[in-house]
């Protein structure tokens, strides 16, 4: 089913002046929804597989969790509000907006890199549940908290605010200071980690 089959109708290239909410229809395609969203639009648990037909602009919370993406290609560009999109098969963030005032919220999906990623969140940014194993090339300024659990590196969080609080650190500088604080050889050259084992 698509976006216009649905009881607003096809309002291809409309703006839309409340909420939108489609959660749980079974839509395979957004074809037919508003080019603008005045308020939230919720297009949660469902069978998409693409961001095209999008709105470009929702001025309140852009929700498209538990779908079948593996990217944001698409996505909206001006999302307001929050801006969820975990549980799906998110393999790259590519597509999504580069600024966002509130929360990006990205878990359980299938992401090894933070790439593509907002490079300023206002709120928090929650990516845990995912196969991410360094932030290395990564530049994210984030207003809130980091949540990173449940990821092959268990440092993420620690990476991310050193990451943000230095950001012109070599890497060399980078790995030696994620060293003194939490003391995990990963972060040592191969021939220090050498002296380390026994």
Sequence with gaps: MKFKDTIYGDLTDKIYEGDIDVDGLELTSLEGAPKEVKGNFDCSNNNIASLKYAPQIIRATFNCAINQLKTLEFSPQVVDGFYMCFDNQLVSLKGAP????????????????????PSKIGGDLKASSNQIETTKGVSIEVGGTFVCRDNPNPYLENELIVRQENPNLSDNEFNLLMYEITECTDYLPVDAQEMFLF
């Design 98 to 117: 580069k600024i966002l005032k509130h929360s990006f919220f990205c878990g359980k999906n299938k992401l090894t890199s933070l790439e593509y990623a």
